[in-house]
């Protein structure tokens, strides 16, 4: 069995090396040249845990290149990004994979296409592109949707062990589908339609969204009544039928903050959808509103932050809530210094945390990355101008930092 992966990031890379790993054929496929010349070197795309030792041991089964070639599967994992203007998908990736495929298309081939789309994306967007070969789909060739479901930070161990949904355009297409991942997965399968597996995606994240969206108004309507909310949702969720998430920053990454949009696009009837959409994205400026209260009366103020990650113990920097607040700060004057562990390239600059934290009149943590609570307060605070912080996660020892002399902020803290 020979399988051509499309689209090598997050997702397709380490789902090629499952099933190379599963001794199955993989053709890596990408345009990005210089990371098909990597990978044939062996090098990893990205950190991800466990991606190293998995990718050594599926490497014999595997080769990268830029372009398609006849195989047995082809998997679809392309990025679909959002067009921000118009607040819906950008599928020109996922119609270009199609569009790479389909002369390379025989008989018995089956398609599976990964990548997060608009409901009705496969049924209208892939199959009058794929039936460019001349072949029919359900007869010629066969097409599923199987969303991955894995979560940066602990990706290998999801794709193997989370439950998995599978819709084909018809029943055959479902089965081969799901036989085929089958090598790897160890979740249980639930099967269904092609358009049904695509809203189920959506539904899963926009779910989150909102709830990340419900405890971020709690966050706000908490520091107005002057209630701590860590300890009131800490409380709430004491509840057997209550599970208030954590607030924070705001959302980020590739897809909490991206796929509710693909479910209101097509729609008259999505309101607390888009609302969750707007309170999440509206966390960012609500920190400024935080920092700039902490900083009146301070001249030329210099800011650090702590973490541009999206989330904790990860280097994915994708619609980090980070580079929103670092835009709105820059345009209030402040001058901006970044410090992250695991972040190597940032449009801001990383710097080591000495050098981020000199002179600086406030720190503002942004991202939950563990290492920041190992941080001594007593050595940060001989380095600042002004010793303030913000933790907008409740990551920190809150009484170490005020030992250290520091005036502390946390998000949702509305009592001193
Ligand atoms: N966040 C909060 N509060 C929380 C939880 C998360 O503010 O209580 C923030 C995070 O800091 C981050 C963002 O939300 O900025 C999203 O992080 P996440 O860990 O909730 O999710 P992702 O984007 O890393 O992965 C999600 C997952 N979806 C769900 O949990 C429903 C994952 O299972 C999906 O596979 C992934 O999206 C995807 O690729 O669609």
Redesign the pocket.
């Known amino acids: 069995m020979k399988i051509c992966v499309l689209g090598l990031g ?2 397709g890379f380490p789902t090629a090396c499952l099933f190379a790993n599963a001794n199955l054929e993989v053709i890596g496929v990408d345009l990005n040249h210089a990371m098909i010349e990597k990978l044939n070197h062996g090098e990893l795309p990205f950190e991800e845990k466990g991606l190293e030792e998995l990718f050594e041991n599926a490497l014999p089964n595997m080769r990268f290149k830029t372009e398609v070639e006849e195989s047995d599967v082809f998997i679809i994992a392309v990025p679909t990004p959002l067009n921000k203007e118009m607040k819906m998908a950008d599928l020109k990736y996922v119609r270009s994979a199609a569009e790479m495929i389909y002369s390379h298309l025989r008989k018995d081939n089956l398609i599976i296409l990964e990548s ?1 789309v608009p409901p009705g994306t496969c049924d209208k967007l892939l199959v009058p592109v794929l039936e460019k070969s001349g072949l029919k789909v359900g007869r010629d060739f066969y097409l599923a949707h199987c ?7 602990n990706t290998i161990y ?1 794709m193997v062990h ?1 439950d998995r949904i599978v819709g084909g355009i018809d029943k055959k297409s479902t089965a081969l589908a799901k036989s085929l991942y089958s090598c790897f997965v160890e979740g249980t399968f639930y099967l269904t339609n092609t358009i049904t597996a695509e809203f189920v ?1 959506l539904m ?2 926009t ?3 909102i ?2 969206a419900l ?2 108004e709690f966050a706000q309507i908490a520091e107005e009544c002057e209630v701590n909310v860590w300890e009131a949702i800490e409380l709430a969720n004491k509840h057997p039928r209550v599970n208030v ?13 991206i ?1 509710p949009w693909f479910l209101t696009e097509n729609s008259t009837r999505c309101r607390i959808v888009s609302l969750a959409r707007e309170i ?1 994205d509206g ?1 960012p400026n609500h920190v400024l509103q935080i920092v700039k209260g902490m900083l009146k009366g301070v001249n030329n103020p210099v800011i650090t932050v702590f973490g541009v990650a ?3 113990g ?1 280097d ?1 920097t994708r ?3 980070a580079l929103k607040f670092i835009k709105l700060a820059e345009n209030e004057g402040y001058k901006v210094k970044v410090h992250d562990p695991y972040v190597k390239e940032f449009e801001y600059g990383v710097l080591k945390l000495e050098e981020a934290v000199k002179d600086s009149d406030c720190i503002i943590l942004i ?2 990355h563990p290492e920041f609570k190992e941080i001594n307060p007593k050595e940060m605070s001989s380095l600042m101008r002004t010793k303030n912080i913000i933790d907008t ?1 409740n990551i920190l020892d809150a009484e170490r930092w005020k030992e250290a002399g520091f005036k502390v902020k946390v998000l949702g803290e509305g009592k001193e």
């Open positions: 997050y997702i997060t969303p991955e479901r894995a979560i940066p930070g999801e989370n995606k899963e994240n779910f989150r969204d709830n990340i405890a971020n998430l954590k607030p924070g920053p705001g959302v980020g990454g590739h897809c909490i903050a796929d999440n966390m999206y989330k904790g990860v994915d619609e980090t809530p991202t939950d996660r």
